[in-house]
Nanobody, 125 residues
Framework: QMQLVESGGGWVQAGASLRLSCVAS????????MGWFRQAPGKEREFVAA???????YYADSVKGRFTISRDNAKNTVYLQMNSLKPEDTAVYYC???????????????????WGQGTQVTVSS
C-alpha cells in the first residue's frame, strides 16, 4: 500500500515560484507512475503533470512551460517545480501514484489508486 505525503505549498505573489515535494513509502517507488493533480474551490480535480520511471513526462496545457515534474528514485520523491505562478494556479495540489497507467489514461483521475492529502498553494495578484 503506497502512502504519499506532500509538502511545499504556501502563499506567494503572482510571478513567484514554489517547489512541491511528495515522498512515497510502502511500495517500490521506481515501479510507479507519479502524478500531480490540483483542485480549486468549486472545481473538479484536474491533471497537472505526470512522470514515468524513465522520466517520460506529461503536462496539462495550462502549465506547460511553467511547471516541471521530476523524480528522484533514490529518495522516493517526486517534485513539482512551479514557476511564473498565476492566481489561477491557486488550488490544493495532490500527489498521486499507480503502477501501470497507459498513456491514454495518464491524465485521468481514476487511473491513479493512491493519493496524498494535498498541499495548499495560494497565488495572489
Amino acid at each position: 500500500q503506497m502512502q504519499l505525503v506532500e509538502s511545499g505549498g504556501g502563499w506567494v505573489q503572482a510571478g513567484a515560484s514554489l517547489r512541491l515535494s511528495c515522498v512515497a513509502s510502502g511500495g517500490t517507488f521506481r515501479n510507479y507512475v507519479m502524478g500531480w493533480f490540483r483542485q480549486a474551490p468549486g472545481k473538479e480535480r484536474e491533471f497537472v503533470a505526470a512522470v514515468r520511471w524513465a522520466d517520460t513526462t506529461y503536462y496539462a496545457d495550462s502549465v506547460k512551460g511553467r511547471f516541471t515534474i521530476s523524480r528522484d528514485n533514490a529518495k522516493n520523491t517526486v517534485y513539482l517545480q512551479m514557476n511564473s505562478l498565476k492566481p489561477e494556479d491557486t488550488a490544493v495540489y495532490y500527489c498521486a501514484a499507480d503502477r501501470q497507467i497507459i498513456t491514454s489514461s495518464i491524465r485521468q483521475r481514476n487511473a491513479y489508486a493512491y493519493w496524498g492529502q494535498g498541499t495548499q498553494v495560494t497565488v495572489s495578484s
